[in-house]
Nanobody, 126 residues
Framework: QVQLVESGGGLVQAGDSLRLSCTAS?????????MGWFRQAPGKEREFVAA????????NYADSVKGRFTNSMNNARNTAYLQMNSLKPEDTAVYYC??????????????????WGQGTQVTVSS
């Protein structure tokens, strides 16, 4: 059974850092075509944060997090990390990792991801 499990969320102050983890079981990350991070704030749609396509090994970031967030992988642990620095109150949301074995032309749409984690809450106070 394929499963993604996130951890690392919490309550921090503006300017602080957090590192989210996403561990895959049942399938190694390297066998997915794409892996991404999304977030959803109350009353808003789920939005793209970052994603990587394995064939190019290049991570794409939303403009709102570019320069502050970094995605990385530990293949030995089958875990992806989202390092979040200089956090802002507008970063407050539930963060999800997602993956799919097929790349269908875009990294940015949540509907293109078949497997999802349960989400982890990130709250940034001002």
């Amino acid at each position: 059974q394929v499963q993604l499990v996130e951890s690392g969320g919490g309550l921090v102050q503006a300017g602080d850092s957090l590192r989210l983890s996403c561990t895959a079981s049942g399938r190694t990350f390297s066998t997915y075509a794409i892996m991404g991070w999304f977030r959803q704030a109350p009353g808003k749609e789920r939005e793209f944060v970052a994603a990587v396509r394995w064939s190019g090994n290049i991570t794409n970031y939303a403009d709102s997090v570019k320069g502050r967030f970094t995605n990385s992988m530990n293949n030995a642990r089958n875990t992806a990390y989202l390092q979040m620095n200089s956090l802002k109150p507008e970063d407050t949301a539930v963060y999800y990792c997602a993956a799919d074995p097929v790349y269908s032309g875009t990294l940015y749409s949540p509907i293109k991801y078949h497997y999802w984690g349960q989400g982890t809450q990130v709250t940034v106070s001002s």
